[in-house]
């Protein structure tokens, strides 16, 4: 690679955040070069659906009544404020912009929808040619079209390219060092870096040095390939200040989630949870709030928690269907539960879709849906005390009778135990990976820890994701991946404003 690269802008990362930036910094008129160190664009962001949006053309039209001024004061509220109001402004009030943006590239979506009943309706999911149906891997749509965008433009993408470091020069940002196909190590030359290589996800390590947690036992999270934390790590180098990062916390069942999607959604229906002490600890009622869930589990002794159903509550099931229905999944019965039940626990496989290919060969190995024909058996098989899980079942038989004076779930969620066999699922907390670690402005810009940008450094996507405070607003579905697009949009524009500024010149 003996080559000289030199671009206006160069984007470290060609995930969601980073394609969009290269476009929106060469529809500018920038050069632009994105080192992407996998060998295709929009990374993990290709498995998911869509983008959050406020009062675009779909709402409108489908009468949604919720306006930017209500996600803003969602968003704060649940954050007590403890995030920057004008990133939170500016990326809501750009939101259904973005839409239009995306459908000018050839992208075309369904419609607005909800993620779970108590959600709003936000979620902009893409259109799959050929098909009026929600599909996984849908958003893959609108990476392509981006792709094929930035390549109009004369974006130069260098793909299985690793950036090693930021290089900076009397507080200015100069160039970018990194390693090729080849090998070589290479400098390249540019007024601007723009990072977006999106978090830690797959590095155990930084997940138990920053989060306290140990993947693969109390964390059981996608590791989506590649996403190390070097971005933090490169940032960090150059002087950028530092935040807090989380988790985007939800739960799973390893092994089970997106893999058996029958079984997987029979236990994730309202129905009753207890810990390893037999106890319930929640209202069930908010299962489809899988972040709120996930935080409740992760406060459980050793982060695990278990529902459990019977014959008779599976019947009830068989009759009238599930309480809750995902999109994404689309279960409504349990028509298939016998035949996967069986398959599952003679350690057979199902058919690997979606997200399912983003969690570890290593979680298989687990046993984490479990079936017995007594009380004292199943709580042989999952460790759960048997005779707090005894006065529990009693408890909450009578609860349904009357009502939940323990959580206040509602009653036609309260479905009693009656008879036959017992199956219970684990659950652990999950998530889609880190959020947040880099100081930035509401421009995208990188600061230092005295809150003082860092000319012509940008950050975007998840490693400046600092926007929901401790727990991802599920409220507002779809909020990741469009701030990832949102993000890369405003750090795009702000690059070019900066090389045309008289900061610059």
């Known amino acids: 690679m003996s080559k000289n690269y030199e671009a206006d802008v160069i984007v470290i990362g060609g995930g969601a955040s980073g394609i969009t930036a290269a476009v929106a910094s060469a ?61 939170v402004r500016k990326y809501i009030e750009q939101s259904s912009n973005t839409i239009e943006w995306m459908e000018s590239l050839g992208v075309e979506f369904l419609g607005a929808y909800k993620y779970f009943e108590k959600s709003t309706q936000t979620w902009h999911i893409v259109k799959t040619k050929g098909s009026n149906a929600p599909a996984e891997r849908s958003a893959s749509n609108m990476f392509r079209a981006l792709t094929e965008r930035s390549e109009e433009l004369g974006v130069e993408i260098l793909y299985n390219t690793k950036a090693t470091q930021i290089l900076m020069e009397n507080g200015y940002v100069t160039g970018v060092e990194f390693v090729g196909e080849d090998g070589e190590k290479v400098i390249a030359e540019c007024n601007a870096v723009i990072v977006a290589t999106g978090g830690f996800g797959d590095n155990p390590k930084m ?157 298989k190995h687990q046993v984490n849906i479990y079936e017995a024909d007594t009380l004292e058996e199943l709580c042989e098989k ?54 947040g670690g880099v100081k930035t402005n509401d421009n995208m810009e990188v600061l230092n820890d005295a809150g003082i940008k860092i000319s012509g450094l940008y950050a975007c996507g998840t490693d400046a994701c600092n926007i929901y405070g401790d727990s991802y607003c599920f409220f507002l579905p779809g909020n990741t991946m469009s701030f990832a697009v949102n993000s890369g949009r405003i750090a795009g524009y702000s690059a070019v404003e900066y090389m045309d500024s008289d900061e610059f010149n």
């Open 27 to 87: 529809e500018k008129d920038a050069s632009v070069i994105v080192l992407e160190k996998g060998s295709t664009t929009g990374g993990a962001a290709n498995m998911g659906m869509g983008i959050f949006a406020v009062e675009s053309k779909y709402q409108k039209a489908q009468l949604v009544d919720f306006s930017k001024e209500d996600a803003f004061n969602l968003l704060m509220n649940y954050t007590h404020w403890r995030v920057d109001a004008r990133l």
């Open 207 to 363: 997940i138990q040095d920053i989060l306290g947690y140990e993947w693969g036992k109390d964390l059981h999270s996608f590791r989506i390939p590649g996403v190390q934390g070097e971005g933090l790590r490169m940032l960090w180098e150059a002087g950028a200040g530092k935040t807090v990062p989380t988790m985007e916390l939800t739960f799973t069942t390893p092994g089970v989630t997106d893999v058996f999607k029958t079984l997987s959604e029979t236990m994730r229906q309202p129905n009753l949870m207890v810990n390893l002490d037999g106890k319930r600890f929640y209202n069930e009622e908010l299962m489809s709030n899988t972040v709120y869930t996930g935080n409740a589990i992760s406060l459980q002794r050793e982060r695990m928690a278990f529902t459990i159903i019977d014959d008779s509550i599976l019947n009830t099931y068989r009759k009238t269907g599930l309480d809750y229905v995902t999109i994404h999944h689309n279960i409504k019965t349990v028509d298939k539960w016998d035949k996967e039940l069986q398959t599952y626990l003679s350690g057979g496989q199902s058919e690997k879709t979606g997200l399912s290919e983003l969690h570890n060969e290593e979680q």
């Open 382 to 435: 999952t460790g759960i005390c048997l005779e707090n899980l005894k006065q529990t079942l009693e408890e909450y038989n009578e609860s349904c009778t009357t009502s939940d004076e323990m959580f206040f779930k509602k009653h036609k969620y309260m479905k009693p135990f009656k008879s036959g066999k017992f199956y219970a699922a684990r659950h652990y907390p999950a998530g889609y990976g880190s959020l």
